[in-house]
Structure formats: structure tokens, C-alpha cells
């Protein structure tokens, strides 16, 4: 009997142990990125869609094709400055041999910022996405569905680049070595067809 006690005790504990785990990892809502250099988590989140979900047309090609509203979260006090990258990994090779589309880039944004409203160019320099253009390109999948990816990091350093030239490849080598925190937002569209 007692033998039968102790297995069913350790098993109850067992089970108590992976129901924890699990709940931790699997977690929810904006998705954070932990850095062991900075104390917290760092979030990036938007109303206008959840991590993981649909991004509404209005914020596409299809749509009126302005940012939706974004909303940061636990910058440090250290921070010098912020990076806010929008990219999609998921082009087809033929359209970009390396499979990425920069959708939009900022840097040198102030760390105060806490919202940039819907449609609105955060305050900072804004560098040319994949198309050439110094501004927010909504999601434009040509042939399925695409992930898109908001990502925001925590520098301790301004940045020096010439928002004329400099490529989504040049702001993150100027990066190297000056991430304190980053955080990311994903989420999904797929054109109606």
C-alpha cells in the first residue's frame, strides 16, 4: 500500500511539474525576447492584431496600407536609442533570391516612445525598405501566405547611417555589438485570391 501511495504522490507531482513547464513555454499574446544583458523584457504588441494572427487588410496593399498601431514595453534605462524593423522571410526565391522583403526600417528612435499610432512614422530616421521607399510598406504576399515580423531593439548606442543609402544589411552590422534588448511581433496575411 505504501509503495502504491509513493508512486501515485510522484506521479501527481510529475504531472503538476509538466503542466508548469508547459504553460510557461507555451505563453501568449505579443511575443517577448529576453536578453541577459537587461533587466526585464522588452515587448512589442499592437492592437490592431494578436501575435501570431491575421493582420486586418487596411494595413496591406489591399487596404489603405498604413502601419497599424504599435505599442513598447520595458525599454530600459540604459537604452540610448531604438531600432523598429518590419521584414517578411517569407518571399519567394524567384521574386528575392535570398527570400526576405524589408517592409520598413527605423533607427535613432527616441527611447520615451511608448506608442506609434496607427498610420503615423515614428519619430527617428527612416531608411529605404526592399522597394526603394523611405516609409511603411503594408504586406503585399504575391502568391500565399506571408509572415511578417515587427521587431524592435534596445541600443546603447545612437547610430551613424545615411538614410539615403543604407540597407536594412548596413543597420544591422552598425548594430553589432550595441543590443541590449529586442522583442518581436508577428503576424500573418495572405491576399484575397
Not at 505599442?71 to 517578411?88: N, Y
Not at 527612416?126 to 516609409?135: A, C, I
Not at 515580423?149 to 552598425?174: N, R
Request: proline share 6%.
Amino acid at each position: 500500500m505504501g509503495r502504491i501511495l509513493i508512486l501515485l504522490v510522484g506521479a501527481v507531482l510529475l504531472f503538476v511539474l509538466l503542466f508548469l513547464v508547459f504553460r510557461k513555454s507555451s505563453g501568449g499574446g505579443e511575443e517577448e525576447v529576453k536578453n541577459d544583458n537587461f533587466n526585464g523584457t522588452m515587448i512589442i504588441k499592437s492592437d490592431a492584431f494578436e501575435a501570431g494572427g491575421l493582420i486586418p487588410a487596411k494595413f496591406t496593399c489591399d487596404g489603405e496600407n498604413i502601419s497599424p498601431s504599435l505599442t513598447f514595453e520595458g525599454i530600459s534605462a540604459d537604452t540610448k536609442s531604438l531600432v523598429l524593423i518590419m521584414e517578411d522571410p517569407d518571399v519567394p526565391k524567384s521574386v528575392r533570391p535570398d527570400g526576405m522583403w524589408t517592409h520598413w526600417l527605423v533607427w535613432n528612435m527616441p527611447t520615451d516612445i511608448s506608442v506609434v499610432g496607427e498610420g503615423n512614422l515614428p519619430d527617428g530616421i527612416v531608411g529605404k525598405n526592399t522597394s526603394g521607399d523611405k516609409r511603411y510598406g503594408g504586406p503585399c504576399p504575391p502568391d500565399k501566405e506571408h509572415r511578417y515580423f515587427f521587431k524592435l531593439f534596445a541600443l546603447d548606442a545612437m547610430l551613424d547611417l545615411d538614410p539615403d543609402s543604407a540597407t536594412k544589411a548596413d543597420l544591422e552590422k552598425a548594430m553589432e555589438g550595441h543590443i541590449l534588448a529586442e522583442a518581436q511581433l508577428m503576424g500573418r496575411y495572405d491576399r484575397p485570391r
